[in-house]
């Protein structure tokens, strides 16, 4: 069973920075975020090994992801963050390739989420 435990959510003020972690798997994996009311979004996603790299339109340019496997760690560098990117922030994870990566539907594994607050 894959267990994943997000961290480093927490609030700031419009324009700061984040970085959240994830304990990652080999796999393909993913960070999606929820705000209340709303659907799960997807926001970005890397391959195996990190070579390839997704992003949502929303946060390109602003976001990074990236992987330290021999620290099993999956990473969201959060940038010039705005109000609208308050959400509670999780990471997904799936067996082999990556492909569809914006839809939550092929990730089978998930965390327990960590919220992110942005004020203005």
């Known amino acids: 069973q894959v267990q994943l435990v997000e961290s480093g959510g927490g609030s700031v003020q419009a324009g700061g920075s984040l970085r959240l972690s994830c304990t990652a798997t080999?796999?393909?994996m993913g960070w999606f975020r929820q705000a209340p009311g709303k659907e799960r979004e997807w926001v970005s996603t890397?391959?195996?090994?990190?070579?390839?790299?997704w992003y949502a339109d929303s946060v390109k340019g602003r976001f990074t992801i990236s992987r330290d496997d021999a620290k099993n760690t999956l990473y969201l560098q959060m940038n010039a963050l705005k109000p609208e990117d308050t959400a509670m922030y999780y990471c997904?994870?799936?067996?082999?390739?990556?492909?569809?990566?914006?839809?939550?539907?092929?990730?089978?594994?998930w965390g327990q989420g960590t919220q992110v607050t942005v004020s203005s």
């Open positions: 997904a994870a799936r067996r082999g390739y990556c492909y569809a990566v914006s839809s939550p539907d092929v990730y089978a594994y």
């Open positions: 080999s796999y393909c």
């Open positions: 890397i391959n195996s090994g990190g070579s390839t790299t």
